[in-house]
């Protein structure tokens, strides 16, 4: 099983609906939780942080967290074509028990919002 | 400046011969990583540097890989002897104090690296 897993899409939503964006990990242990944006040729940027159990949101984008099934995923409310991009879901890597600094990138999942 | 630079931003080189690449972290970041991304994968940890501490270099997967960082800040990529599979995308980020899972990685544009 690998650390952190996503389906890697395409998902394709039309434009104003809502897209959702899944992430599971396997270290029962991990706190905290990123989501990163990424468009073609670029590089990745933060667009949510999450270490709380439940919903964070912030703008149009609201990141859920249950850590009993271990599970975080992204949803993007309106979605717009600029939206349009690979959402990479990150994990602090852990050993022993203690978080380090580096992270964890799933495969990330392709978005396409169609007008 | 105001984000993390890279350079060069693309390099072509052949089989078999050695590469650097430059990372020049936001002022004042104490830690910095240097990640890879294959087409169509996922980022791949390499190597962080988090201060005066040794740097953790378990990512890198191979004794021709190795990085340095000079004064706590411009880190430098060494890829010794070049193969294809070593075509990717090199990213180096930065973070304020490399407080693990706190902190927002900022990512510099990458060095799109193509192994002839």
């Known amino acids: 099983q690998k650390e952190v897993e996503q389906n890697s899409g395409p998902l394709s939503v039309p434009e104003g609906a809502i897209a959702s964006l899944n992430c599971t990990y396997s270290d029962r242990g991990s706190q905290s939780f990123f989501w990163y944006r990424q468009y073609s040729g670029k590089s990745p940027e933060l667009i949510m942080f999450?270490?709380?159990?439940g919903d964070k949101e912030d703008g149009r984008f609201t990141a859920q967290l249950n850590k009993a099934s271990q599970y975080v995923s992204l949803l993007i409310r309106d979605s717009q074509p600029s939206d349009s991009a690979t959402y990479l879901c990150?994990?602090?890597?852990?050993?022993?028990?203690?978080?380090?600094?580096?992270?964890?990138f799933g495969q990330g999942t392709i978005l396409t919002v169609h007008p | 400046g105001a984000g993390v630079s890279q350079s060069p931003s693309n390099k072509v080189t052949e089989k078999g011969k050695d590469v650097e690449l430059r990372c020049d972290p936001i002022s004042g970041h104490t830690a910095l990583y240097w990640y890879r991304q294959s087409l169509g994968q996922g980022l791949e940890f390499l190597i962080y540097f988090q201060g005066n501490s040794a740097p953790d270099k378990s990512g890198l997967p191979s004794d021709r890989f190795s990085a340095e960082r000079t004064g706590g800040s411009v880190s430098t990529l060494t890829i010794q002897r070049t193969q294809q599979e070593d075509s990717a995308v090199y990213l180096c980020?930065?973070?304020?104090?490399?407080?693990?899972?706190?902190?927002?990685?900022?990512f510099g544009p990458g060095t799109r690296l193509l192994v002839l």
């Open positions: 990150a994990v602090p890597f852990r050993a022993g028990g203690t978080s380090y600094g580096k992270l964890t």
């Open positions: 999450i270490y709380s159990n």
């Open positions: 980020a930065s973070s304020p104090r490399g407080l693990a899972g706190k902190e927002t990685q900022y």
